[in-house]
């Protein structure tokens, strides 16, 4: 399995026992959507799993089509998951986690939304107009499954693309977030192998996927 492991852009970061390196704190958020599991499988791949782990992930945020809800329980055993709803999500995910929202994190305003709603004529767009300006730093979204990382009227647009199922893109991703000691950075991770990792489970429930 070939991976593009995480780079970390900044020495200045908590290491992987936990403890807090030298310096200003950089807080690292995994962006994952589009997961459509169990269409896919009953777990995540191995490879999202180990790489948001070697990352020191404290946040994990998805962008919507789950589905069902075994992405979200697989991602909050790596840590706290924050998420949005999207077209391929029935009643009771949209009850839970709404369709769009703004989160705080070390003072960074991150717009969450699928993209799939309102008006523009591409995600990206979109994503952008769900939000009032000046009400957000960073918008993070999904339903293309077309991972990208960029910059709009100083909002920083990242999609993370897709874990699960790569469509067109010629490898399947997810993003990385770095916030603190300076303006946010991102990165899009890919990888080859999506085999599940090690927290599968049987599927009792019974989900749609208009895919």
Do not use: W
């Not at 999500?89 to 003072?107: A, N, W, Y």
């Not at 591409?122 to 009032?132: C, G, I, K, L």
Request: with cysteine.
């Amino acid at each position: 399995m070939r991976t593009e492991a995480p780079r970390s852009s900044s020495p200045l970061e908590y290491t992987r026992s936990g403890e807090p390196s030298t310096g200003p704190r950089v807080t690292t958020v995994g962006v994952v959507s589009d997961t459509h599991l169990p269409r896919f499988g009953t777990a995540l791949p191995r490879a999202l799993e180990e790489g948001l782990r070697t990352a020191g992930v404290t946040r994990i945020v998805h962008g919507g089509d789950h589905v069902d809800g075994l992405a979200v329980e697989a991602l909050e055993r790596i840590a706290p998951v924050d998420a949005v709803a999207g077209n391929n999500d029935g009643p009771e995910l949209v009850r839970r986690f709404g369709r769009s929202k703004i989160l705080t994190i070390e003072g960074v305003r991150i717009g969450l939304v699928h993209g799939d709603l309102g008006a523009g004529a591409s995600t990206p767009e979109r994503a952008r107009r769900s939000f009032a300006p000046g009400t957000v730093d960073i918008v993070c979204f999904g339903h293309s499954h077309q991972p990208l990382v960029a910059s709009y009227d100083g909002i920083l647009l990242v999609n993370p693309g897709s874990p699960t199922d790569k469509r067109r893109e010629s490898r399947y991703s997810y993003a990385l977030l770095r916030l603190g000691d300076g303006p946010p950075r991102a990165e899009i991770v890919r990888y080859d192998d999506r085999r599940p990792g090690p927290t599968a489970r049987r599927v009792t429930s019974h989900s749609r996927d208009a895919s």
